[in-house]
């Protein structure tokens, strides 16, 4: 583990003792883990994706995830895997593109829920690892998460940038010592068949779901 002098301890914001961190895989969520970690901020997991298709591409995912936080001794929140309502509200949404509305709409029931979860547990403060990620627009997601925050008096969403300082390099490190499962796309059904669409026009091979590790030959 990357050692608390190598970086920058973190201190939550004013008046919040505790954050709920909303977990999107454990790659992302690897680098944001070990910074809290090190920092001593009291925190848990909450894992709800229900956007990941199909269920074995999300068992993955949430495996790895529980794994380390099994190893960091940190509480993992398995919250539902509610496809059914997240399919609901893609609906008309099926061929927008990446970082357009359809995220948008997945971004805010994510952190909808981790907020409505936060208010019923305790935590006034909530964040996520998904920003972290460079195929990611985060200015969307910050906007998302302070929407899902604002309907409850106290609760604020945290938009540390957990890119900076060396941590998006951190993330790939951390991802290749753990040997992490590595998703090869963002996530959900549409973002499945756009990835093969793009990889066909390039006469790649089509993604195989659980063959790819952080680490092996090639990565
Ligand atoms: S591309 Fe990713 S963020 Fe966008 S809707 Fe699909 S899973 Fe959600």
């Known amino acids: 583990?990357?050692?608390?002098?190598?970086?920058?301890?973190?201190?939550?914001?004013r008046g919040h003792d505790k954050l709920l961190l909303h977990s999107c895989c454990a790659p992302c969520s690897g680098e944001?883990?070990?910074?809290?970690?090190?920092?001593?901020?009291d925190y848990a997991i909450f894992f709800y994706n229900p956007n990941i298709h199909p269920k074995k591409e999300y068992l993955l995912r949430?495996?790895?995830?529980?794994?380390?936080?099994?190893?960091?001794?940190?509480?993992?929140?398995d919250?539902?895997?509610?496809?059914?309502?997240?399919?609901?509200?893609?609906?008309?949404?099926?061929?927008?593109p990446e970082r357009g509305v359809r995220?948008?709409?997945c971004f805010d029931m994510r952190f909808e829920r981790t907020a409505l979860y936060a208010h019923e547990h305790g935590y006034s403060l909530i964040s996520s690892s998904?920003?972290?990620?460079?195929?990611?627009?985060?200015?969307?997601?910050n906007d998302c998460g302070h929407r899902a925050a604002a309907p409850y008096d106290g609760m604020a969403y945290w938009d540390y940038n957990w890119r900076k300082k060396?941590?998006?390099?951190?993330?790939i490190e951390i991802s290749k010592r753990e040997r992490f499962y590595q998703q090869e796309y963002c996530g959900c059904v549409y973002s499945?068949?756009?990835?093969?669409?793009?990889?066909?026009?390039?006469?790649?091979?089509l993604i195989q779901i659980g063959v790819q590790y952080y680490g092996d030959e090639g990565e």
């Open 130 to 141: 998904l920003g972290i990620s460079r195929w990611k627009n985060m200015a969307q997601i």
């Open 79 to 96: 919250a539902d895997y509610d496809t059914d309502n997240w399919f609901a509200r893609a609906k008309g949404m099926e061929y927008e």
């Open 32 to 41: 944001v883990m070990e910074a809290l970690h090190v920092s001593g901020i």
């Open 192 to 205: 499945l068949r756009d990835s093969n669409l793009h990889r066909k026009a390039q006469g790649r091979d």
């Open 103 to 105: 995220c948008t709409m």
């Open 166 to 171: 060396g941590g998006s390099q951190r993330m």
């Open 1 to 13: 583990m990357t050692t608390a002098a190598e970086r920058d301890s973190l201190t939550l914001p």
């Open 62 to 77: 949430k495996e790895e995830n529980v794994r380390f936080a099994e190893q960091h001794g940190i509480e993992f929140i």
